[in-house]
């Protein structure tokens, strides 16, 4: 057997290290102005007006949900198929999340359920773009703005996603980025907070490094001056100019790279569409662009004879590394134990989660790996027909 896919491996070239090496060589290691470029190229690549460079996403929400001031009795609506942090920032603010199924067609908050949710105390919706995948951000913002609610976008997945020609980022009221080490731009760890609002950014500034009114670039040049106030008790979410000399040649790959993920999922549909026990990955509505961060290929349980488990175990066998995106949060027992959710609450995204398998779909792939696991894949299901 040739050797094993992994599930995901990031693009990281000589560029990066090189990058990497001269700002060690430069002296100035922590966040000034490799950061500051960084971020004013991804707001430039996104069409925000504004951009903080943070060390994760979860920073990121965390923050914007803080300047909003939201805390103890707030309630806000976010998607079950998420990775947990998107629920543990309202948490850590004090405040409830509040779970709404998503649709079949995306897999994202469903618009019509987070209206059903909507209640006096309900201050923010929190859609996440899964897989990279747009939601349907033009109802979740008409339906906010119309009740005075904010929006956050997890875009953890979605750097280089499109909504209508419109790149996410510059869509919502503020939307969080990562740059963890799998995502389709990768600081290492790192995230981004990008808005149209100069005032929230400027505020998320001050939450990010410990709520001091200066941060070391503005107090160690030769232009900068050492005092400082601390205005609020912030965080400690800044990027280093290491992470940041990473991103900016990440950036420079991005569109590539979204293509080489788009053509890597258009052979998977082409292939798995043929075969009446898969479910396609969904694609992007018209308009839109998918950022495929992931391929979230489904199984028809009832038209075989093996369950999602075995099919791992089988991949496994054939050398390809494989995921699940995500185990829904109403599943984890400090959740349910907490806010008392049960699966029979989300039939979508319980009937997603029971059947999803997220394929390898980076940029490092070949063909032939495309290929063998397009093979595998097809050579499971035949040795598994009910
Ligand atoms: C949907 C989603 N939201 C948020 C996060 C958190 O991102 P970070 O690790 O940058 O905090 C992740 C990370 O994998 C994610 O997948």
Request: proline letters at 5%; one cysteine or more; glycine letters at 8%.
């Amino acid at each position: 057997m040739s050797s094993f896919l992994l599930f995901d491996r990031p693009d990281i070239g000589e560029e990066e290290i090189e990058a990497v090496a001269e700002v060690l060589r430069s002296g100035w290691i922590t966040t000034g102005p490799k950061t500051k470029e960084f971020e004013q190229r991804l707001a430039e690549y996104t069409g925000a007006k504004h951009a903080l460079a943070l060390n994760s996403a979860t920073a990121a929400m965390q923050i914007a949900l803080a300047v909003w001031k939201i805390g103890p009795g707030d309630e806000v609506i976010t998607s079950p198929l998420t990775f947990c942090s998107t629920a543990h920032v309202i948490v850590h603010l004090g405040a409830t999340p509040v779970l709404a199924d998503v649709s079949p067609d995306d897999y994202n908050l469903d618009p019509d359920c987070a209206a059903g949710r909507i209640k006096p105390r309900t201050r923010v919706l929190l859609p996440v773009h899964l897989a990279g995948l747009p939601c349907r951000i033009g109802a979740l913002l008409q339906l906010a703005h119309a009740g005075g609610l904010k929006v956050l976008e997890d875009a953890a997945h979605a750097i280089g996603a499109q909504v209508e020609g419109r790149q996410v980022g510059s869509l919502g009221d503020a939307t969080a980025f990562s740059f963890y080490a799998t995502k389709n731009l990768t600081t290492g760890e790192g995230g981004m907070l990008t808005s149209d609002d100069g005032d929230f950014i400027e505020q998320a500034r001050i939450w990010h490094l410990h709520g001091m009114s200066r941060d070391a670039w503005q107090r160690y040049t030769a232009e900068g001056s050492w005092r400082y106030d601390v205005l609020l008790p912030g965080y400690k979410n800044n990027m280093t100019d290491i992470q940041a000399a990473i991103g900016l040649v990440q950036l420079g790959k991005l569109e590539r790279n979204v293509a080489r993920r788009a053509e890597i999922a258009r052979h998977y549909t082409a292939a798995f569409s043929q075969i009446p026990e898969l479910i396609p990955a969904p694609a992007a509505r018209g308009g839109d662009r998918h950022a495929h961060h992931l391929y979230m290929l489904r199984l028809k349980l009832e038209r075989l004879r093996i369950d999602r488990g075995r099919f791992f175990q089988e991949l496994a066998k054939r050398g390809i590394g494989a995921s699940v995106h995500f185990i829904p949060l109403y599943r984890f027992t400090y959740y349910q134990q907490r806010f008392h959710w049960h699966p029979e609450d989300f039939p979508v995204t319980e009937a997603i989660f029971r059947s999803a398998i997220s394929l390898p779909c980076y940029p490092r792939m070949s063909q032939a790996d495309v290929d063998r696991v397009i093979a595998a894949v097809g050579e499971i299901v035949e040795a598994h027909r009910a």
